[in-house]
C-alpha cells in the first residue's frame, strides 16, 4: 500500500510539473509584461505630457519680445502667476546660466538645479527631458527643459518639473492588483486541478488495486463503478475482464475435473474387462464378445477424447491448420451419415437424412477430413445430448451461392442462458453427459477456418438445432 501511494503521489507531481508548472510559469511571464507595460504606458503618457506643455508654452513665450532682463522678468512673473497646475507641476524660468529666476513655487527660486536636460537644453536650443532623481532633492522627478530664445541665442529656459511619488504609487497599486489577480488566478488552477487529479487518482488508486487482487488469484473481483466518463468505461472493462477470466478460470478447473474423470472412465472399464477376461477360464464366447466390446467402444471414445485435446492443443498455439483441396460436400456428409446410422440404431435412435440427389455437385474448397470431423462431432453430441429424443434429423441443400447443413434432434433442448456459452472452450453448463466440453469449440473453429458459420439453437417443437453455411468455391483458406 505504502508503494502504491507512493506512485499516486508521483503521479501528482508529475501532473504538476508536466501540466501545470508550464501554465502558471506563462501566466507569470503574462503578468509580468502586463506590468511593466502599463508601468512604461504611465510613465510615457506623464512624459509626453510635459513635452507637450514645454513646447506649448516655450512657444507662446518666445512670441513677446525679450529685448531686456527686466522685460524677460516681467514677462515670466506674469506667466507663472497664471499657471493652472502649480499643484502638480512646478514651472520654473532659468535665466542663461541655469538659475532659477521665477517658480511657481516661490521656495526654489535663487537656486541652481543641477538635472542634465537643462544644459543639454541651453546648449542645443532643444527641449530636453530628465527622469530620475533630483540630485538636490534625491526625488524621484520628471523634468522638461525648453530653451527660449531671443535673436537666435538662448536668453533662458522654461522648465516643467512634477515629483512621481504620486505616480509611482498609482503604479504600485496597479502592479499589486496584477499581483493579486495573478494569485488568485494560480490558486484557482491549482485547486481546480488538485479537485481534478483527486478524482482521477482516487478511481485509479481503486482499479490498481482491484488489479492487483486480480493478478493474485482473486478472479471475479468487481469494482463499484460511480463515473460516467471515461473512467467508467476503464471500470466497466475492467471489471468485464475481471468476470470473464473467474468464468474461464472456472471452465478450466471444471475442465481438467471432467477430463480426469471422463479419461478415468473408459480407461476402469478398458481395466476391468481385461482383468475379467484373463481371469475367465470358462471359454464362454459370448463373455468375450461382450467384453471385447465394451473395450473397443472404451478405446474409441478415448481416443476421441485425446483427438480433442490434441486439436485443442493446435488451436491455442497456432498450429490448427487446413489442406484444401475442392471436394464434393454433399459426399462427404452422406459419408458420416452413413457410418453414423447404424450405430444410432444399436442405441435405438433413427438418423433421417433427407435425400439431395444429385442436384449439388458444385465443388467447393475446403478439408475434406476436417469437416467430416465436424460432422461426426455433431452427430455424436446429437445422439448424447439429444438421444432421448430417439430421432435425429439431417439434411443439406442450397442457400444462394452456399451449401447450409441442418443436424437437428428431438430431445430437451439447451437451456436460453446457457445458449450463448455452449460454444466457448470447456464449457458443458447444466449437461451431465460425458465430453470434455471442447468438440464444439473446435469445430467452430473449423467452420470459421473455411470461411462458414456455425449456429446452435434451439428448434420449434423442442430439440436442438445445428445450422453449418459453407460457401461454394473459397478462393483462399488457411
Avoid at 3 to 30: A, D, E, F, N, T
Avoid at 117 to 142: M, Q, Y
Avoid at 222 to 244: A, C, F, R, T, W
Avoid at 456 to 461: D, F, L, T, V, W
Amino acid at each position: 500500500m505504502a508503494k502504491q501511494g507512493l506512485k499516486i503521489r508521483g503521479l501528482r507531481q508529475r501532473w504538476m510539473i508536466s501540466s501545470i508548472g508550464p501554465i502558471i510559469l506563462i501566466l507569470i511571464m503574462v503578468a509580468v509584461l502586463a506590468a511593466v507595460s502599463v508601468v512604461s504606458n504611465y510613465y510615457n503618457s506623464a512624459r509626453s505630457t510635459l513635452m507637450a506643455k514645454a513646447k506649448a508654452g516655450a512657444d507662446y513665450f518666445n512670441t513677446y519680445s525679450t529685448d531686456s532682463y527686466s522685460a524677460y522678468y516681467r514677462t515670466a512673473t506674469l506667466y507663472t502667476a497664471t499657471f493652472e497646475d502649480s499643484d502638480k507641476i512646478e514651472l520654473q524660468f532659468l535665466n542663461s546660466s541655469g538659475r532659477i529666476v521665477v517658480s511657481s513655487r516661490g521656495l526654489t527660486a535663487g537656486s541652481a538645479p543641477e538635472t542634465p536636460e537643462i544644459a543639454h537644453a541651453l546648449d542645443s536650443g532643444e527641449t530636453a527631458i530628465f527622469s530620475g532623481r533630483d540630485p538636490v532633492t534625491n526625488e524621484s522627478i520628471i523634468a522638461v527643459t525648453s530653451p527660449l530664445n531671443y535673436n537666435g541665442s538662448a536668453v533662458g529656459a522654461m522648465r516643467y518639473v512634477t515629483a512621481t511619488h504620486q505616480l509611482d504609487r498609482q503604479m504600485l497599486i496597479i502592479v499589486l492588483v496584477i499581483a493579486v489577480a495573478l494569485v488568485g488566478v494560480i490558486l484557482l488552477i491549482l485547486v481546480s486541478n488538485m479537485v481534478f487529479i483527486s478524482n482521477v487518482v482516487e478511481p485509479v488508486a481503486e482499479v490498481t488495486e482491484a488489479a492487483k487482487r486480480i493478478s493474485d488469484g482473486s478472479y471475479g473481483v468487481q469494482i463499484p463503478n460511480k463515473y460516467s466518463d471515461e473512467m467508467g468505461e476503464l471500470v466497466d472493462n475492467i471489471n468485464d475482464m475481471s468476470m470473464k477470466i473467474s468464468q474461464s478460470e472456472k471452465m478450466q478447473t471444471e475442465f481438467i475435473s471432467s477430463v480426469s474423470h471422463e479419461l478415468r472412465t473408459p480407461l476402469t472399464a478398458i481395466n476391468g474387462w481385461g482383468e475379467t477376461l484373463l481371469a475367465d477360464e470358462s471359454g464362454d464366447v459370448r463373455q468375450l464378445r461382450r467384453g471385447l466390446q465394451i473395450i473397443l467402444k472404451e478405446s474409441r471414445r478415448l481416443t476421441n477424447m485425446v483427438e480433442e485435446l490434441l486439436e485443442f492443443s493446435k488451436m491455442e498455439d497456432g498450429r490448427f491448420t487446413l489442406q484444401v483441396e475442392e471436394m464434393d460436400l454433399q459426399a462427404e456428409f452422406e459419408d458420416a451419415i452413413y457410418t453414423y446410422r447404424e450405430l444410432f440404431r444399436q442405441d435405438g435412435i433413427t438418423l433421417e437424412y433427407e435425400e439431395a440427389g444429385e442436384l449439388y455437385t458444385q465443388p467447393i474448397v475446403g478439408d475434406p477430413e476436417r469437416l467430416k470431423q465436424v460432422f461426426c462431432n455433431v452427430l455424436d453430441n446429437a445422439a448424447k445430448h439429444g438421444g432421448s429424443g430417439k430421432r435425429i434429423f439431417t439434411s443439406l441443400h442450397l442457400e444462394g451461392t452456399a451449401y447450409v447443413i441442418c443436424i437437428r434432434d428431438f430431445g430437451p433442448g439447451i437451456p436460453e442462458a446457457e445458449l450463448p456459452f455452449v460454444k466457448q472452450k470447456f464449457y458443458k453448463g447444466s449437461s451431465k453427459a460425458r465430453g470434455s466440453g471442447i468438440g464444439l469449440a473446435v469445430c467452430d473453429e473449423i467452420i470459421s477456418r473455411h470461411g462458414g458459420t456455425f449456429e446452435i439453437g434451439n428448434a420449434e417443437g423442442g430439440g436442438t438445432v445445428v445450422t453449418i453455411r459453407l460457401p461454394i468455391l473459397q478462393e483462399s483458406l488457411t
